[in-house]
């Protein structure tokens, strides 16, 4: 146990030496290749004009994914009027999203208790 930690000790090592050495030279790269993305002047104005600009984007397109909610949902209970002509692959499809959707759940509810399987922290 202790040779892993070792092993370990001295990977971490390596690689935050090698962040040292390269960090400043990929920052600098990274932000020359993406230079489109970036506001001049960079100040806090112009953050907080894009943060109100996203969330107001965000609410204009809700009516969009409104629509698009009752369309879908137009869809699932015309399947489930004509469930006869259901075929195995539609039904494999909807037993997977909602076995996805309680996954999700699961993991929520772990994310949510502190990331413990057993229960909440005292």
């Not at 960090?23 to 489109?36: I, R, T």
């Not at 002047?41 to 004009?49: G, I, S």
């Not at 965000?58 to 075929?87: C, T």
Request: hydrophobic share 40%; charged share 20%.
């Amino acid at each position: 146990m202790a040779s892993k930690l070792q092993q370990l000790q001295s990977k971490a090592a390596q690689a935050s030496q090698f962040v040292v050495k390269h960090g400043c030279a990929y920052h600098k790269q990274l932000l020359e290749q993406n230079k489109q993305y970036v506001q001049e002047p960079p100040t806090v104005e112009k953050c907080n004009l894009l943060a109100k600009q996203l969330f107001y984007t965000r609410l204009a397109s809700i009516p969009g994914r409104y629509e698009s909610f009752w369309k879908e949902l137009d869809y699932v209970k015309h399947m489930w009027k004509n469930r006869q002509e259901l075929k195995v692959e539609d039904a494999g499809i909807a037993a997977l999203f909602g076995l996805e959707c309680y996954a999700w759940f699961c993991a929520g509810e772990i994310v949510g208790r502190g990331f413990t399987f057993t229960g909440y922290y005292v």
